[in-house]
């Protein structure tokens, strides 16, 4: 994983406390602020909102596309912690200032909330999804 182990526990805990309790204690919301400063208030919004959606192909290949709260959507990939906003690009790797954006935490929250929506697509669905972002980006 490429978050740090701090980070990893931290999600650990939380979906823990959300499997048992069904909501995440004040001292592990903290934690997220602490832990994901600025980040933290807007993920758990776009996690409330359900804004997450967990992609899926036949060949179980899987992407999450996350809608913003500026109404775009963004695909973000958690096996290698990667977003496609601006903020992602800006923030987190080229100024080092944040581990994520809100958008990829959304993604993990949401994992371990058990909040994801789901989409099942064609495996060509997905490949289209796949260049969409590219194009979007060259």
């Known amino acids: 994983s ?3 182990a701090v980070a990893e526990e931290l999600l650990r805990e939380i979906r823990k406390a ?3 309790t ?4 004040d001292d592990l919301l903290l934690g997220l602020k602490f832990i994901f400063g600025p980040s933290a208030v807007p993920a ?3 996690v409330d909102q359900r804004s997450v959606t967990r992609v899926r192909s036949p060949s179980g290949r899987t992407l999450y596309q996350v809608l913003g709260s500026s109404g ?13 906003c601006p903020a992602f690009g800006f923030s987190v790797l080229q100024k080092s200032e944040s581990l994520l954006c809100k958008h990829i935490l959304a993604v993990y929250l949401s994992q371990a909330m058990g909040a994801c929506q789901e989409l099942a697509v064609s495996e060509e669905q997905l490949t289209n999804i796949l ?3 590219e194009e979007d980006e060259g």
């Open 131 to 133: 260049l969409a972002e």
């Open 72 to 84: 775009k959507l963004y695909t973000c990939y958690s096996s290698c912690h990667f977003c496609t």
């Open 44 to 46: 758990l919004d776009l």
């Open 18 to 20: 959300f499997q048992e």
């Open 22 to 25: 069904s909501h995440v204690p």
């Open 2 to 4: 490429t978050l740090p």
